[in-house]
């Protein structure tokens, strides 16, 4: 009885030491998946391919070319438990913005290759965010302040020069929390110090408010504000008043 | 009872004759002539829902803390006019339903006047003798932008603040005068002193809805004291006699039942449709900015144009002659407002006609009108599209800086495609029917020369 | 009292069945202005249930409003109302197409012009001026006093604003030892500003509104700006801080773009949400894509005793979007 309290004792401990969301990530494996969908982009060890080879070029398939990517030796579990979350990794061309995707790995293998990545230097771990303990108006004000210049005011998402802030409406907790500490393609990186995590607490909270916000008003026409409602004033209200005079008046007969 | 009423206005008022002439005013019946009065509908709408929000907002800048019901700008500082508006919207009563209806009201109303601009243009209703109609329903129309832009620029939201900075650079670009003017309409460099929320909460609840109603007014009279214009659907219409509907009892359900639906459309938007939710948006503050900001429809245009301009401000020396957003926000709507002001006179300039008309044209019988104004809309409408670029970016994927550089070409090339196209439209639609007119005589022809049966038809 | 109300319901009740036959010309009776027409009562019928249906909607609106708190409140207000306003648009339709007479009359247009009546206005006038003998004189006078008065009327509106003076376009708070602070007023130090991150700051103690007060700021590597000499020693440490506000059309510049992978990822900017005017920090702030005409006002920096930023100098242009005299001269504080 004690033997096996102690096999059980210590196999939580081993789960737990391992670090990883969701099932216990096996390096060994992590490894074998690296070697088939990260090796030619990020190298043998991780440390990147930066160097240009003949027959490489961005936008041209991986199938193609050597493959270019940055390194991964202290990125940590946060980092690739995001990429890979998101379906951002496996990058289909080289160049292009990394979006959201359909993800081909499953849980259990993301947890592997996530726990590989993490040993490969030492790096963050993947945050446990607890948006209900932060402030939503605090959450409103950051969010303002730090992100709504690119992913708009009520996350729907815009333009910057050259890239496209995506809208957050399927971003989870831990994903808003892993986006904010790496900053991915052209997003800037806020550290801790920038934003403490109780602040980062209170923008995921008001990031989740903003999927589903006060829309009182009626129909939200999806938050993007007065294009939209230009759309509506034509194509139903315009199109309704001349409905009615059309109704109401006499049409050209021919003469 | 009609009796006494009458005796008794008209022993009072001596307006027995006029009333009886008003009675029987004759309205030509086709259903674009009533766009207008959508128009006119509109702007009751506006004035009553209107009234109601002057009762509720205060247009003070005075720095507030928020400690209402809305719990993500609660402890934020605000303007208390921003306040104002969030109470009308959470604590009053309907007060939302209010403000939602007036602003779906003054969109729509801009929509209403730009479609009766359409009928009135593409038909040359605008001919001697109403030029001076048309003209002061161009300036409605100039003035009602305006109006419509210091209203929801009175919210002071993110989204508005962002559009009246966007405003005072427009009037800092004009030329030589530009700084002195916006120093002098702001008190000073944007965001100028406390009295400007008090100038512009003047001029969109006093000064400009006065004169909205004076130049509709007389716009009205002149349009009752020329008559109508109407169109040629029988031989009893001519230039000299009007066939129409008489006010009462024809015309007034129409109007009423008319009136009634528009305010029925805009309260149904206002309560079933959400517009401008400002704590969404959150207060306005000059170092703060969304992205995905516009401004309203009608505004549209405007961005589109300051979109497309490349980086370049005209200087001579060290003195800023033009600087960039003078194209796009002030000449380009001048050049639009020029072409409509001078279009009667130009018209009348290639065409050499200088009659009177009373008749209204089918578009097809103009086809050098037709074709000017398609192409004219054309442009504007090209330029109104590239202000949505970025979203249909996000959208559709089309990079943003490849549209900017096919609108850059479009605009300058489509406009003149669109107005020959216009152009052959009217003239092949004019030719078919001429030729269906000569087909109809000649069998009328053959029939009384018996070389048809009455029921035949020729092959 | 009960006798005359079971006589209206009873009128009610015949009105609701009855199909009345038109009204022949008694004798002595005037000849009709607007014609006969014969009944419609289906068209009556439809018509008194749309404004039935109205009158419910307009008093199920009172009824919502009188509610406290349902949810979707307003939406119900709208419905309601709305139904109500446009059923009795839809009564007032029926009637105009089923229940009255629509008569297609013809007149005349009115006369295109009075030529004899012009002729007695224009000789009025004419005549009422046998007196004067010095007419182009008195015309020079009466202009003169009525564009002197004019101008006299107009004139307080220069009160609306420094219209003359426009030293405060040229003016920012900021000044040589002005300290950086962040929004709560806390100062800013070197240490907090990290590469791959921007910051907005204010000048200590200024009004945060004025356009000349919020700077973003941003740390890169010292060896990846490219500086005209005259800007060359503004950064300090390889921290930078720019004007927030854009020079095209004055929106606040909260966009940084910032690679993770430089190589391919595009390089530093920070852009405006507005027109997307993007500006190049490396090189001073000038224009890489947009509209701006103008690049982007740097603020020279230093990092005191403390450890905290602290402003070296006013900025090298004036804030703001261009205007006249933007090139004329340098901000002053």
Redesign the interface.
Known sequence: MSRLLLVTVLALALAGGAGAQGPAGDAKRGSELYGRYCYACHGPNGEGR?HVTIGAA?LRTQAQQKG???SLQGVGALAADFYLETGYMPLPK??IQPRRSRVVLTSGEIASLTAYVASLGKGPPVPTPHPSRGN??L???SF??HC???????A??????????PALEDASAVQIAEAVR??????????E??ISNHELDSIIA?VQ?AKH?????????G?????P??L???F???A???G??????????K? | MIRKLVRFLDQRTGTAPIARKTLRYLFPDHWSFLLGEVALYCFIVLVVTGTYLALFYTDSTADVVYHGSYVPLQGQHMTEAYRSVLDISFKVKAGLLIRQTHHWAADVFVAAIFLHLLRIFFTGAYRKPREVTYWLGVTILTVTLLEGYLGYSLADDLLSGMGLAIGNAVALSIPFVGANLGALIWGGPFPGTHAFFARMYIAHVFLIPALIAVLLTAHLVLVALKHHTQFKKSPRETERKIVGVPTFPGQTPRSLGLMLGVAGILVLLGGLVQINPIWEWGPFHTYVSTNGAQPDWYLGWLIGALRLMPSWDWTVGDYTLVPNPFWGGALFPMIVFAFLYLWPWLERKLTGDHAFHNLADRPRDAPLRTAVGFGVFTWVMLIFMAGASDRVFVFLGIGYQTQIWFYRVAIFTLPFLAAYVAYRVCVELEAGERVEHDVEAATREAKTERLLRPEEEPL | MKEGLRKLLLGLAVDAIRRPAPKPLRPGERERIVPDGPPEPRGELLALALLGFGTVCAIAFVAVYVTDRIPNQTQFLGLSLGLALTSFAAALIVTAKKLIVTEELEEDYPAEEHPEEQQLVVQTVHDSGSRLTRRTLFKLGLGTAGGALGVALLTPLASLGPVIDMDPFYGTPWKGGRRLVDENGRPWRAGDIEEKDFYTAFPEGADREQLGSAVVVIRLAASDFKLPKEIAAYPAHGIAAFSKICTHAGCAISLYRTPLFPPYDPAPALVCPCHYSTFDPATGGTVTFGPAGRKLPMLPLYVDGKGHLRAAGNFDEPVGPSWWGVRLRKPSP
């Open positions: 930066t961005p270019m990517g940055p080289i160049g939503l108006a959450g409103f004000h303002s302040d709504a210049g690119c992913h708009q005011i009520v729907e998402g815009g333009y910057v020069t050259g890239a496209l802030p790496i900053g991915p393609f052209v997003m800037p990186r806020f550290s110090q920038a008001y408010y916000p006060d829309d009182r008003g009626g129909w939200a026409l938050h993007l504000g007065p294009v409602e230009g509506v004033t034509w139903v209200g315009a309704a008043c001349l009615f005079c059309v109704v109401i008046g006499q049409r050209l007969r003469s």
